[in-house]
């Protein structure tokens, strides 16, 4: 396990929506190292930087051109080297997201293995073995290539799948795992994360990291396999290299050799129940807001406890399981929570075990935008507007026209922004600023300290539960409550709101946050 990751508290960067540096409505790396002071400020020490690239960006960089090259848009490869090595003196580390199960269908691999003569990279994708014979089971597409055959889809119209084989092969032209073709394929992808840790890089998420081997068994053997063998690398060659999954399941993805998984939103892992119990917001409301953290959603923790907890019991041992304000695919926690509310919920998010994630304006309360599709966004767009950095033109993201911006910043007259919260003693950033400073400086708040439930009644509040010898206790509601837990001899180090501790029991006032050692 990289020892790094202990007192980690990581910042996900939009590349494209973080801070232009040339004026053309786009963001870059140069962008990301002259906010790196902001960054360490706000008490984040480690980086998650989606997709940068080359590619055509019909799903907004997840479709790669050229794994070994950064995109032109947000510079050359000297400029995310700089980075790199200017985030390392001010401590902070940097992951970059890495796409393993599909490129785009650019890809000079691709172009290579769609040719009707046999060569090196016939195999490097999935292909039928006839023009006409689909793909059974999984999107595919035919009739675009010279190759007789068609090809398999690992998500859009734009991602050919990699083949890392198949664990029960039932048709003549799907390869075994352990095929060389296929191995070659892992043996690749290796490749691609030596070029970039040799260069600096402290690791990699892993874009939809369960979608490796196909005809999986349930325990996804065949691709377990396969990052295990990748983690034999990097423990052999590069130790203080770290692995995140998008997998949302960390009884498979961290004896698979991850060292972090972190929810999903949507599913059934609990998640959801915190901070989005809403219907979709592409749809009209279907039922009631009941979510945990808003103050008069009446929420139940246990429907995330019930989940969490079996999880994070059995694999505490194996690595951290993670939690998340938001990512790129998630409506943003300000779509439906106010200021107060998000303080709340944050300080539960940053006093959990694991390594928390902070998703780049949430610290602001940066609002959700319904706006039309871009770049495969879907409703996820809304999501990935530029960063607001003040109040002046384009939220000071850019110097460009605004109709040049990558999207659209925030229109309102009191959207949120860094410049007038830095200011401002009470605001959800300078809260998110003490609950960070709170986690480094409190051992028992970080990323494996023991934790236990402490209080947790169904449809009641408030919640209690212990980090080493700190005792926490929260309350997201309307109403002032009590439990009876006994923390005589226990100080109160922060707060937000007010709670004592008294005669046997805790006593939260409305929207309250009790942080006892």
Known sequence: MPTWLKDAVFYEIYPQSFYDTNGD??????????????????????????????????????????YKKVAPRYGTNQDLCRLFEEAHRKGIHVLLDLVPGHTSEEHAWFLESQKAEHN??????????????????YPYIGGECERNGTYMLNFFKCQPALNYGFLTCEEDWQLPTDHPDCLATREA?????????????????????????????????????????????????YPQAALISEWGDPQKALKAGFHMDF?????????????RDYSPVEYPPQKEDRSFFRKNGGGDINRFLEKYVPNYTSTKQDGYYC???????????RYNLDERELKIAYAFLFTMPGVPFLYYGDEIGMRYLRLSTKEGGYYRTGSRTPMQWTSGKNAGFSTSAADALYLPV????????????????????????????????????????????????????????????????????TETVSAPVDAAGRNEIFAIGRGKAANGKITLEPQSFLVLK
Not at 122 to 132: A, G, P, V
Not at 208 to 236: P, Y
Not at 464 to 476: E, H, Q, S, T
């Open 25 to 66: 409505g786009i963001g870059d790396c140069n962008g990301i190292i002259e906010k790196l002071d902001y960054i360490q400020d706000l008490g984040c020490n480690a980086l998650w930087i989606n997709p940068c690239f080359d590619s055509p960006f019909k799903d907004a960089g997840y479709d790669v051109r050229d």
């Open 189 to 237: 992808m290796k490749d691609v994360m030596r070029f970039w840790l040799d260069r600096g890089c402290d690791g990699f998420r892993v874009d939809m990291a369960v979608s490796l081997v196909k005809n999986d068994d349930e325990n996804k053997s065949g691709t377990c396999a396969i990052w295990r063998n990748v983690r034999e690398m990097l423990d052999r060659e």
């Open 323 to 333: 939690l998340i304000t938001c990512n790129h695919d998630t409506v943003r926690p």
């Open 120 to 137: 090196a990279y016939s195999n490097r994708y999935i292909w039928t073995s006839h023009c006409f014979q689909p793909v059974k089971g």
């Open 263 to 275: 929810y999903l939103n949507g599913g059934d892992d609990g998640y959801t129940s915190l901070m």
């Open 410 to 477: 925030d229109p309102a007259a009191d959207a949120p922004n860094v410049a007038s919260q830095e200011t401002d003693a009470n605001s959800l950033l300078n809260t998110v600023k003490a609950l960070l400073s709170l986690r480094h400086a409190q051992e028992d708040l970080q990323a494996d300290a023991e934790f236990e439930v402490i209080y947790a009644e169904h449809d009641a509040l408030p919640f209690v539960y212990r980090r080493g010898k700190i005792l926490i206790a929260l309350n997201p509601s």
